[in-house]
């Protein structure tokens, strides 16, 4: 008997999609699930581009709230992205803390030259 991983619906006739989803839920959740993705490429092209300190982490912090939302799928077994949500997740908050100590260790670099003067680097 076939079962839909998303909505749990089953049955004999049920015919699945690829990735397992019952017809209702391939039409209404693959387009959410296709948005997100792409709403995550974008901001993975912001972190890697953004010049401003406040324009990366805001980005990476879009990421990660969006993977959280795949999130659910993944865990009914349903794959949305290469790499998995769950790993996106996980690099970006690890990218996020990268971001803000380099952002730190610029400010003190900053404060090391201002407060001692003709010292080079
Ligand atoms: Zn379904």
């Given at each position: ?13 049920l ?41 990366r ?7 990660i ?5 795949l ?13 998995s ?33 003709g010292?080079?680097?």
């Amino acid at each position: 008997m076939a079962t839909c991983k998303w909505c749990e619906r089953s049955g004999w006739l049920l015919s699945l999609s690829a990735n397992g989803m019952c017809d209702t839920c391939e039409v209404t959740e693959v387009p959410l699930i296709v948005r997100r993705v792409e709403a995550i490429q974008e901001s993975k092209s912001v972190v890697d581009s953004a010049r401003t300190f406040q324009a990366r982490i805001e980005s990476c912090d879009d990421i990660i709230r969006t993977a959280e939302e795949l999130i659910p799928y993944e865990l009914k077994g349903i794959s949305v992205a290469e790499p998995s949500a769950a790993e996106l997740k996980a690099a970006y908050e690890a990218e996020r803390q990268k971001i803000v100590a380099e952002q730190l260790s610029a400010r003190s670099r900053e404060g090391r030259v201002q407060g001692q003067p003709g010292e080079g680097p």
